[in-house]
T-cell receptor, first 115, second 114 residues
Framework: NAGVTQTPKFQVLKTGQSMTLQCAQD?????MYWYRQDPGMGLRLIYY???????DKGEVPNGYNVSRLNKREFSLRLESAAPSQTSVYFC??????????????FGNGTRLTVT | AQSVAQPEDQVNVAEGNPLTVKCTYS??????LFWYVQYPNRGLQFLLK??????LVKGSYGFEAEFNKSQTSFHLKKPSALVSDSALYFC????????????FGAGTRLFVKA
């Protein structure tokens, strides 16, 4: 059981470069999420997809775009990277958007540095 | 707006002693509360959750959490700490107003000393 798989694990970008973070889950979950983790700030939601074909903004969407490619895959794109986007990015999934008690399942993260 | 607070950045405890990691929350309506643990260079792992019913919730690895509605708290506990419990712990609340967001606290780092 792979669970939630994120690629790449590490990335260094220069300011202004673009990149796409990939995420795939094999648990047949309906909902997928992108979070960023910064020291002392916990996890902040960037974008989420409640179900295939839908995406919505979270707390900190500026500078990011997402694509729910199919039920399994949810990608996060940085069009023009900025040093403020240096962070650890986590993808997560949950089984059912209507089930408030369903936990999130996380990937192992992508550590991004923007210089 | 829903929110979660973890008042301690770090908790230190000796191996074999009981541990408590504190969490308070603010929600409208019924709370859906969770604890997650993060080990170095890994994603968060689900430990336990509170829905409704028993105020003492049991979870993975011997952890439990006590829900207190009057104090709006959901403290994580373990009767006897292990060195391997050293990690970063996050309390979280699931939005229950028609959205799908989970709001996380800032995290508490637990150090268990041998």
């Amino acid at each position: 059981n792979a669970g939630v798989t994120q690629t790449p694990k590490f990335q260094v970008l220069k300011t202004g470069q673009s990149m796409t973070l990939q995420c795939a889950q094999d648990m047949n979950h309906n909902s997928m999420y992108w979070y960023r983790q910064d020291p002392g700030m916990g996890l902040r939601l960037i974008y989420y997809s409640a179900s295939e074909g839908t995406t919505d903004k979270g707390e900190v969407p500026n500078g990011y775009n997402v694509s729910r490619l199919n039920k399994r895959e949810f990608s996060l794109r940085l069009e023009s990277a900025a040093p403020s986007q240096t962070s650890v990015y986590f993808c997560a999934s949950s089984i059912d958007p209507g089930s408030y008690n369903s936990p999130l399942h996380f990937g192992n993260g992508t550590r991004l540095t923007v210089t | 707006a829903q929110s979660v607070a973890q008042p301690e950045d770090q908790v230190n405890v000796a191996e074999g002693n009981p541990l408590t990691v504190k969490c308070t929350y603010s929600v409208s309506g019924n709370p859906y509360l969770f604890w997650y643990v993060q080990y170095p260079n890994r994603g968060l792992q689900f430990l336990l959750k509170y829905i409704t019913g028993d105020n003492l919730v049991k979870g993975s690895y011997g952890f439990e959490a006590e829900f207190n509605k009057s104090q709006t708290s959901f403290h994580l506990k373990k009767p006897s700490a292990l060195v391997s419990d050293s990690a970063l712990y996050f309390c979280a609340v699931r939005e229950n107003t028609g959205g799908f967001k989970t709001i996380f606290g800032a995290g508490t780092r637990l150090f268990v000393k041998a």
